[in-house]
């Protein structure tokens, strides 16, 4: 049996776990308060405060942190990596604490692994972060030369939901074409080839379709105009983009229950928002589809927003007939990692290193 403590840092809490194999035997959320995180003026610089708050919570509920095979963190913004487990080294961990690829709570992921690890005297690993980078030569073109196209989705979740899937249908995930759809704040729509993701919109910047708070891919004029429009600043552009787009810009909430809760009572403008957000989603399917030449095993719908069948089911009627639709509800993050921890432990796969010269350009 092995036993891995887990650590999924957000930007106002912390989500730890402790599994005896894939079994939890423990887990917490901890809340940070503004007024706890007000005085770090930068992500790492809470390295210490959640450090300690975590070693707290174990005590408190007299968690043993001794027999500890692994330790396992959420996978911050590092350089582009192939899908997989690294083991966190030096130079992962100075690239965490600059935020190489930008500043992120998921930063501390590895940071808080490594500390936790070294007091251990186990080894500490990150699982696909979603910097995941497998895209095809082709698909890194972005139509001007100055733009290339980058790949930042919800990997961790869209390859868990595949191996699942795979597991389900008796088959290995490396053997199967798949489009993965993450429904959650943001939307990510992956063509998954034989165990890579080949071309997947970087949804942290807001492109794809629109989601619950973040702007999809815009008309490119209107926006080089709403730009050069003197209204906003350059953060107020990216705040509007990512947080205050999608669903936020036309309903003023990101809560698709109290969407759901208008349209039952009728609001046909929130039923019109909300449906155009599925036939976004549903065009994004079809686009990545002819990626795969439209030979594809299955649709995967995960995350969130798929826990809602008017969603699920608008989004289902436009593309089934490409190929059957499959709904996993939610996403386990907690048990993602472990089980990225597990492949390593059990020897079903090597542990990758993280180096400069293996990172993706």
């Not at 423990?26 to 809470?46: C, M």
């Not at 073109?141 to 961790?156: D, M, N, Q």
């Not at 698709?256 to 957000?277: H, N, P, Q, S």
């Not at 989004?315 to 390593?344: K, T």
Request: charged share 30%.
């Amino acid at each position: 049996m092995f036993r891995q403590i887990i650590i999924n840092p957000g930007s106002t809490s912390t989500k730890i776990g402790v599994f005896e194999d894939d079994k939890l035997v423990f887990e917490k959320t901890i809340r940070h308060s503004v007024e706890e995180l007000k005085n770090y003026k930068y992500v790492y610089d809470q390295l210490d405060f959640r450090k300690r708050i975590i070693l707290e919570t174990f005590k408190y509920n007299e968690i043993d942190v001794v027999n500890i095979d692994a330790v396992i963190g959420r996978g911050g913004l590092v350089k582009p990596i192939e899908s997989g487990t690294y083991e966190v080294n030096e130079l992962m961990l100075e690239h965490l604490k600059c935020g190489y690829m930008g500043e992120h709570a998921s930063n501390l992921g590895g940071l808080l692994a490594h500390e936790l690890a070294k007091d251990i005297g186990c080894r500490a690993y990150i699982v696909d972060p979603v910097v995941v980078d497998e895209l095809q030569p082709v698909a890194r073109i972005s139509g001007l030369k100055e733009i290339e196209r980058v790949s930042i989705f919800h990997a961790l979740n869209h390859k868990a939901i595949a191996r699942k899937y795979a597991k389900k249908i008796n088959k290995r995930y490396e053997d199967l074409r798949l489009v993965v759809v993450h429904l959650g704040g943001g939307v990510s729509v992956g063509a998954h080839e034989y165990g890579k993701v080949i071309d997947c919109a970087n949804a942290l910047d807001g492109e794809g379709p629109f989601s619950p708070e973040r702007s999809g891919s815009l008309p490119v004029g209107s926006l080089i105009k709403l730009c050069y429009s003197g209204k906003y600043t350059y953060p107020e552009m990216k705040k509007l983009l990512t947080g205050l787009g999608g669903i936020v810009s036309y309903l003023g909430t990101n809560n698709a229950k109290e969407v759901l809760k208008r349209i039952e009572e009728g609001d046909e403008y929130a039923k019109l928002i909300y449906r155009a957000m599925a036939y976004q989603i549903a065009k994004e399917i079809g686009a990545v589809s002819v990626v795969l030449e439209g030979k594809i095993d299955a649709i995967l719908l995960t995350g969130g927003m798929a826990h809602d069948k008017l969603l699920t089911g608008w989004i289902r009627d436009m593309v089934e007939f490409l190929a059957p639709v499959e709904i996993f509800p939610g996403e386990d993050e907690l048990l993602a990692l472990c089980e990225g921890g597990l492949r390593v432990l059990r020897g079903e796969e090597e542990a990758k290193r993280y180096f400069e010269e293996e990172a993706l350009a």
